[in-house]
């Protein structure tokens, strides 16, 4: 009983309409609606401190002639000069930004300031009343009439500080009049009672409509600024929580930090269990990561894996690390998901302002900056925004504007690497391998510039050269002699893919039968919905498919089953290590059997050494490839190649 009483009471001295039988809200809501009613009275309190200024200097000048004429001074120099100080603070404020949250501490303190003020005026009445001639009785009267209906005028909306503000007027009133046996007075009672009555309800029912009218613009305007999916602020909601942040920064120096969040791991979920299962962890992020944040802070998802949040009043840098610590320490326990226990985390980038900017193109480009060296630092990385981050943010930017123009300026070329047949001793294709000859930078590595591409949607550019450029070269190869390109997972996207794919065969006039196209587990798997119409196209046109990287997926036996690969390639990772873990040549022998009885050809990735070729050989594995066959080479070194007779001698039984 006495925590109810105790809820109860919080609730109804935080300004809560619930208390009084209004509409109910959780305390985000409730934030929103005390943040709208604050700004209102702020609106008001400008003039109401006027008004009390003047109705105190009209008091003293009535009460000249009366014996209290001393006290009254005193109290009216004591009024006005703090309603003036007051006033001008508040005009201050109206200057600032409004809040989009207020804490219950701040009605606190409104409603404490209204039941002063209301009993500085209560005590008029009751102090001044008896001794005044008719014309100050009169004054009075006037006076504290005005100061209930200014009062409940404005705290309209909040009808705690109402009552707050007008029940000493009234026990001053009650106490005056209960002085005098004249029944004049009963009578201005009675009308004083009637009058109260009808200004509390008018507050209640505009403080009522007030609140609902909020809750429905509250609601209208999530429509708009709420991720479907989780709830949260979406990037429209974000970009306008930073603008206030940064204008809040411009009029009062209110300094505040931006945390940047990527999943580590989401791509891996949605591989491994699929879209559904993908959407349901988001939900499960979201949730946890709203948990670590102060009540008027709302982290916001403004990508697919990112979520951001504007910590506003920094106190120190400290605050925002602590915050950032506790996303990172959310994700220690599993995501149960579908009867699974998924493991998730996530990497942090911290921009402070304004040290680290002051417009929000420079906040999010350094929030980006910061982040992309805690993902590279690995799961769980907190990183605060350094002068470093932005020479590397321009350096990628700089390698992405370079990369835009790379085909047309001739830099990327493709090398070769062939596929050795163990049966017959002989070459019987290569895999086309995407380089690019930076002209200042050199030879960039694959892993540096394809990921950019892949962001930026320059991979379907990209990937289209490197089928034409492949086609044109396996033109001048002999018939027997097949191609394999690596298809990104977001060229599965590209519905005109397929019509490169026939009008690359078709005007190097060679046979679909010598295109392989290779791809990941984790690819196939993440788009399979997608991929397997694509596939059984590619296959209907006689383009052959290999399953790439085998043995790094999570769901490789079904997809065989499902899918009609003609090849599959063991990871290098299986290969190096048969010969020296019992385990990993049990998996490779394995693999071996498993595709022999499903008809599918196995190639081995990554052979270095002639024992690994032998133990291949032993076991019966199709074909195999790596340093120890041959590296990559040009296209002018795949002929020599194939007509070198070294190569057969060499790896012949």
């Excluded at 946890?288 to 504007?310: K, N, P, S, Y």
């Excluded at 997608?530 to 399953?547: D, F, K």
Aim: proline share 4%; with cysteine.
């Amino acid at each position: 009983m006495r925590t109810q009483l105790t809820t109860y009471f919080a609730r109804l001295f935080a300004g809560d309409l619930s208390a009084f039988g209004g509409p109910a809200t959780d305390e985000a809501l409730a934030g929103h609606i005390r943040a709208e009613q604050m700004s209102l009275v702020l609106g008001y309190s400008v003039g109401i401190m006027l008004a009390n200024a003047c109705n105190a200097a009209v008091l003293a000048i009535a009460l000249w002639q009366s014996p209290d004429r001393a006290f009254a001074l005193i109290w009216a120099v004591t009024v006005a000069g703090a309603a003036i100080a007051f006033g001008v603070q508040s005009h201050a404020s109206r200057r600032i930004t409004k809040p989009q949250f207020v804490s219950r501490r701040a009605v606190h303190r409104l409603v404490r300031n209204a039941f002063v003020l209301g009993a500085v005026w209560g005590i008029v009445p009751v102090a001044f009343f008896a001794d005044a001639d008719t014309g100050g009785k009169l004054v009075i009267t006037c006076l504290c009439s005005g100061m209930l209906a200014g009062g409940a005028f404005a705290f309209a909306t909040i009808p705690i500080a109402a009552i707050a503000f007008t029940a000493p007027l009234f026990l001053g009133i009650a106490i005056c009049l209960g002085r005098s046996n004249d029944v004049a007075y009963l009578l201005i009672a009675i009308l004083v009672a009637v009058y109260g009555t009808v200004l509390l309800r008018a507050v209640f029912v505009n403080s009522f409509s007030f609140a609902r009218r909020v809750i429905r613009q509250v609601e209208a305007e999530r429509t708009v600024r709420q991720d479907p999916l989780t709830h949260l602020p979406n990037r429209f909601a974000f970009n306008e929580t930073l603008d206030a942040a940064l204008k809040r920064l411009a009029l009062s120096g209110e300094e505040f930090a931006v945390l940047l969040l990527d999943l580590d791991r989401f791509k891996e979920v949605n591989d491994k269990f699929g879209h559904p299962a993908g959407d349901e962890f988001l939900v499960q992020v979201a949730s946890r990561l709203q948990r670590c944040t102060r009540a008027a802070e709302h982290v916001a998802r403004i990508g697919g894996d990112e979520f951001a949040l504007v910590m506003a009043n920094l106190a120190r840098p400290e605050d925002a690390l602590e915050i950032a610590e506790r996303f990172v320490a959310s994700f220690a326990e599993p995501f149960p998901i579908e009867g699974r226990q998924i493991v998730g985390a996530t990497s942090v980038g911290i921009v402070l302002a304004p040290r680290d900017g002051n417009t929000a193109l420079d906040v999010m480009k350094n929030a980006d900056a910061a982040l992309y060296r805690a993902k590279k630092a690995g799961p769980g990385t907190v990183c605060f925004f350094e002068d470093s981050d932005d020479r590397v943010s321009r350096d990628r930017k700089a390698l992405q504007s370079d990369l835009e123009g790379a085909i047309a300026r001739d830099e990327l070329f493709l090398a070769f690497q062939p596929f050795l047949d163990l049966a017959e001793n002989r070459i019987t294709g290569f895999e086309a391998l995407l380089r690019w000859q930076h002209p200042s930078r050199g030879l960039v590595p694959p892993s540096e510039f394809i990921p950019i591409a892949e962001e930026t949607g320059l991979i379907h550019e990209i990937g289209e050269w490197v089928i034409r450029r492949a086609c044109a070269t396996l033109a001048d190869w002999p018939e027997e002699i097949r191609v394999a390109v690596n298809f990104s997972a977001a060229q599965f996207h590209n519905t005109g893919i397929l019509q490169t794919i026939v009008q690359a065969l078709a005007h190097a006039k060679v046979s679909p039968s010598r295109l392989e196209v290779e791809i990941t587990e984790s690819m196939l798997l993440s788009k399979y919905g997608s991929a397997a119409s694509i596939l059984n196209a590619l296959l209907q046109l006689g383009v052959t498919v290999a399953l790439d990287d085998f043995g790094t997926g999570f769901s490789s036996l079904t997809y065989l089953r499902k899918l009609p690969f003609s090849r599959i390639k063991i990871d290098q990772s299986f290969i190096s290590d048969m010969l020296v873990q019992p385990d990993c040549a049990a998996i490779v022998k394995s693999v071996i059997s498993l595709a022999r009885d499903l008809r599918i050809a196995v190639v081995a990735e990554g052979v270095e050494t002639a024992d690994q070729l032998e133990y291949l050989r032993q076991i019966s594995c199709d074909e195999v490839q790596g340093y120890l066959i041959s590296r990559p080479v040009s296209a002018d070194g795949v002929l020599a190649l194939l007509d070198t007779k070294k190569l057969v001698a060499t790896y012949a039984a």
